[in-house]
């Protein structure tokens, strides 16, 4: 069983900086690929960042490419999406994502959490 839950959102100004966690409290450790996905209202969900098991492998939407870092903690079972230069455009839901194929597209990953709200204001 893979449960993932995401904590760390919350509201600051631009330019500021947010480091969210994904966490697997289901029985199971992560093994997967994860990826972090946003989702802003009227909005499709969108690729954020991706990282696979070893974390060599990493790869960033280009909106957020050299402001946002991807990390994971294996041992802890922990993703993190530490994020600077914060624009309001990032204002979204975050979701952590879980999937085995090397892929930005949400429909090859197989366990979502239940998202964070991030709000950036100018």
């Known amino acids: 069983q893979v449960q993932l839950v995401e904590s760390g959102g919350g509201s600051v100004q631009a330019g500021g900086s947010l480091r969210l966690s994904c966490a697997n409290s289901?029985?199971?450790?992560?093994?997967?690929?994860m990826g972090w996905f946003r989702q802003a209202p009227g909005k499709e969900r969108e690729f954020v960042a991706a990282?696979?098991?070893?974390?060599?492998?990493?790869d960033y939407a280009d909106s957020v490419k050299g402001r946002f870092t991807i990390s994971r903690e294996n041992a802890k079972n922990t993703l993190y999406l530490q994020m600077s230069s914060l624009k309001p455009e990032d204002t979204a839901v975050y979701y952590c994502?879980?999937?085995?194929?090397?892929?930005?597209?949400?429909?090859?990953?197989?366990?979502w959490g239940q998202g964070t709200q991030v709000t950036v204001s100018s």
């Open positions: 289901g029985r199971t450790p992560n093994y997967y690929r």
């Open positions: 994502a879980a999937g085995s194929l090397r892929s930005r597209d949400a429909a090859q990953y197989f366990y």
């Open positions: 990282i696979s098991w070893s974390g060599l492998n990493i």
